[in-house]
């Protein structure tokens, strides 16, 4: 089986499985008594949010572990909407191209009242970045702007933003939440909270199921842990920051994969992008009348406007993306078409329709994500099946250009 789909980038470690399953059977499954327990919970949760803190540069107090990154972009954006009444006088900008976990909420905030500004992107999705500033006004309560998105893999201008931020009058600057969602962006560039450049970040979202962690455990980042507000009140747990018995085998095996998968970033990163190339230069070789949606141009270190390694997006003319996943399928390689991580209840791409890709292109559009598990005979093969699918579909279909 080849996996370049969703779960190529998820499916944990080995070390993360075991590790959880010890925890699960050998702490709590026999306890020798109630205290004990409490201590060693105690114990893997600040060892947990330390690993999870050191790959991001920052401090053990600013993580705050959620049920997934949904849930951390939801506590983000409701920062500033807790209070109803402010609703008409705040407001909020994003990108057009956010992941539903952000998009929807906001259209949620929408209707009640709040106006949501969106910033326009280009045709490889980066967003434009004067139409930002332009769009900033007294009333601006939050920008959240995903550090990479996860259909094409665009990296954002995070530090550039950060820096918008930065040259605001203070008392702007100091009001506003600036949130990420850097979900597709945490193990496969570096982020640097400390660095100056994204000093103005106050916010920040990672899951762990796409570092090989465990599904159904995110993060949110604050920077200033004593303004956050949480909607999850109860017994205080996390520092009061999120109350609610902790995940303790979740915690830690977002900690262990957050290790595992930050070693060696930067090296494992160039043989997935190296790889990455190898298919998309493979399909535009071999397949005619290709569109390739992502950044052609990959960058391990993080660079705005370029692509992550992991991802490709690609459009065959005069196919449908779903015949040729299930053509594939019985080849035992596993890709997606959109977002592999949303529940595809909709029809057509919003991400590739604000690309501006006319609905026969998003139709004919394949998304495969690599990992540092991907092998060169895998991308080969992948990209023989896939003429194979193409060429059969588009006789069937009579494509002519
Ligand atoms: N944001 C982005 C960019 C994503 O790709 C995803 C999908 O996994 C999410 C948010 C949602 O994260 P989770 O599945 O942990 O809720």
């Known amino acids: 089986m080849i996996y370049l789909d969703n779960s190529a980038t998820t499916k944990p470690y080995d070390e993360v499985i075991e590790y959880m399953d010890d925890i699960q059977r050998n702490h709590w499954g026999n306890p020798s008594s109630a205290h004990r327990l409490g201590i060693d919970a105690e114990k893997i949760i600040k060892s947990s949010s330390e690993l999870v803190a050191r790959e991001l540069h920052t401090e053990k107090e600013n993580i705050i572990f959620t049920s997934c990154g949904t849930e951390a972009n939801n506590m983000a954006l409701v920062q500033k909407f ?63 702007v995903m550090y990479v998105n996860n259909e094409v893999g665009t990296i954002q201008p995070i530090k550039e933003i950060s820096k918008i931020v930065g040259d605001l009058p203070e008392s702007k600057s100091n009001n506003l939440v600036f949130h990420t969602d850097a979900v597709q962006a945490f193990g496969k560039i570096p982020i640097d909270l400390s660095s100056s450049e994204l000093s103005k970040v106050d916010m920040l979202t990672i899951s762990a199921h796409k570092i090989h962690g465990p599904k159904g455990m995110g993060a949110l980042y604050a920077r200033r842990p004593e303004k956050y ?89 005069g196919t449908k993306g779903e015949v040729i996943l299930h053509s594939l399928e019985e080849k035992g390689i596993y890709v997606s078409t959109e977002a592999a991580c949303s529940s595809k209840k909709h029809s057509g791409s919003p991400v590739l329709s604000a690309m501006g890709l006319n609905s026969d292109e998003m139709e004919g559009t394949l998304r495969f994500s690599l990992s540092e598990f991907s092998t060169e005979d895998e991308i080969l093969y992948t990209i023989e099946e896939t003429k194979k699918a193409v060429e059969k579909m588009r006789k069937l279909t009579k494509f002519r250009r």
């Open 82 to 144: 807790f209070n109803k009444d402010k609703f008409n006088e705040r407001e909020i900008i994003i990108s057009e191209i956010e992941h539903p976990a952000i998009s929807r909420p906001c259209k949620y905030y929408e209707q009640q009242g709040v106006k949501v500004s969106k910033i326009p992107v280009d045709n490889k999705g980066l967003i434009d970045i004067e139409q930002l500033k332009s769009l900033i006004t007294d009333r601006t309560a939050t920008i959240s």
């Open 229 to 317: 507000k949480s909607f999850i009140i109860g017994g205080g747990q996390q520092a009061g920051l999120r109350s609610g018995t902790e995940n303790v085998a979740g915690m830690a095996g977002f900690g262990l994969a957050a290790s595992i998968h930050c070693e060696n970033m930067n090296d494992k990163m160039k043989q997935v992008g190296k790889l990455r190339n190898l298919l998309m230069n493979g399909f535009k070789d071999s397949i005619s009348d290709v569109r390739v949606n992502s950044p052609e141009d990959i960058s391990v270190s993080g660079e705005a406007g370029k692509c992550v390694p992991h991802i490709l997006s690609i459009s065959f003319a």
